[in-house]
């Protein structure tokens, strides 16, 4: 219910959480498809135990935040390299694990409501990260962001390593 209750709403249908607190570049409030993703897999979980439609509706109208365009105030970067990338921050740097928590959220959808939609997304998504793996990949460590030219301290790596397993 926490979530329910401090969702912020644009439109009819569209819910975002926000960070309220400043991070680095990011200034409170700030919103992150990380966790847009986490609050799809919660929602649906509560709505599978308790079958409440709001917990449903609610994570469709947050996956309808995760896929608006960068541009638009939602998440989702896409060009012609990066076919579909759900942006952790603000700052479109295309973030590993960001992406990743984002894509289980999508991917949950899809298999609570078998509708195509949620499972092209993923796919796309998924097909993103096989195509710029290399600009992942330092042959020894993988790097947290695709600017960075530094390796992800190890408990990134190590969720990275989690997440592609999942994947």
């Not at 928590?101 to 949620?118: I, N, P, S, W």
């Not at 960075?148 to 989690?162: M, Q």
């Amino acid at each position: 219910d926490w979530l329910v209750n401090t969702a912020t709403e644009f439109g009819n249908d569209k819910v975002c959480w926000f960070y309220n607190f400043d991070f680095g570049k990011e200034k409170a409030p700030w919103g992150s498809a990380i966790s847009q993703g986490m609050a799809i897999c919660a929602l649906l979980r509560a709505y599978q135990f308790f079958k409440k439609e709001e917990y449903l509706e609610l994570s469709i109208k947050s996956f309808n935040m995760l896929n608006l365009s960068y541009e638009k105030g939602g998440f989702k970067f896409s060009d012609e390299k990066w076919k579909l990338w759900f942006e952790e921050d603000n700052f479109q740097q295309h973030i590993l694990n960001g992406h990743i928590f984002a894509l289980f959220g999508v991917y949950d959808l899809y298999r609570v409501t078998k509708e195509k939609k949620y499972h092209k997304a993923f796919m796309v998504g998924v097909d993103t990260i096989k195509d710029n793996i290399d600009i992942f990949d330092m042959g020894f460590n993988t790097k947290y962001d695709a600017i960075s030219l530094h390796p992800a301290n190890n408990s990134y790596h190590y969720t990275h390593i989690t997440q592609f397993k999942i994947l």
